[in-house]
């Protein structure tokens, strides 16, 4: 009988997620299962923009209607991620700024600068000055508002996205 009570290993959210039940003898409990954590599905957005080319390419590879389309699908996804989520979700915030900066590209990436002269002479790349101060500022809201998800649900974020991320080394 000493050996039914001894320590065993420590019991993980996720392995508690999964227990659905507890029966005895006379009774028991049954639960449903309550799906995937909130940082599971943070984590499976984050690698969704991990295989976001608009999020890291160089500006000279950019095409317009790539770089159009490819947000609009981001803000689709945000939109997809916000209804999995519970709407007190610390990960709430920060996609719902994503796909406000998505919103605000497409608005933004036709503005004039009429200070600016771009004659395009001897590049082979497509865009105004508009659409790349348009593209650099997502680019910048998507670095920092992953940088909360991934510091906040201990989520690495690896590849080309790590490169849109704020350097905190001080360099």
């Given at each position: 009988m000493a050996g039914w009570f001894r320590k065993t290993e420590k019991v993980t959210a996720e392995t508690a997620r999964r227990i659905t039940g507890?029966?005895?003898?006379?009774g028991g409990i049954t639960w449903?299962?309550?799906g995937p954590s909130d940082a599971q599905k943070v984590r499976e957005f984050i690698l969704f923009l991990e295989d976001r080319r608009v999020l890291y390419n160089a500006h000279d590879l950019e095409v317009v209607s790539q770089v159009e389309h490819s947000i609009h699908e981001i803000r689709e996804q945000c939109t997809k991620s916000l209804q999995a989520l519970p709407p007190k979700a610390f990960a709430v915030i920060p996609i719902r700024s994503i796909r406000e900066a998505g919103r605000r590209f497409h608005d933004d990436q036709k503005?004039?600068?009429?200070?600016?002269?771009?004659?395009?002479?001897?590049?082979?790349r497509e865009g105004s000055p508009g659409f790349f101060t348009a593209l650099g500022?997502?680019?910048?809201?998507?670095?920092?508002?992953?940088?909360q998800?991934?510091?906040?649900?201990?989520?690495?974020?690896?590849?080309?996205l790590a490169a849109v991320l704020p350097n905190l080394e001080g360099e």
């Open positions: 507890i029966s005895i003898p006379f449903a299962d309550p503005e004039e600068f009429r200070f600016f002269h771009f004659d395009g002479h001897g590049r082979s500022a997502f680019r910048a809201i998507v670095g920092l508002q992953v940088a998800l991934a510091a906040h649900y201990d989520i690495d974020v690896e590849g080309d």
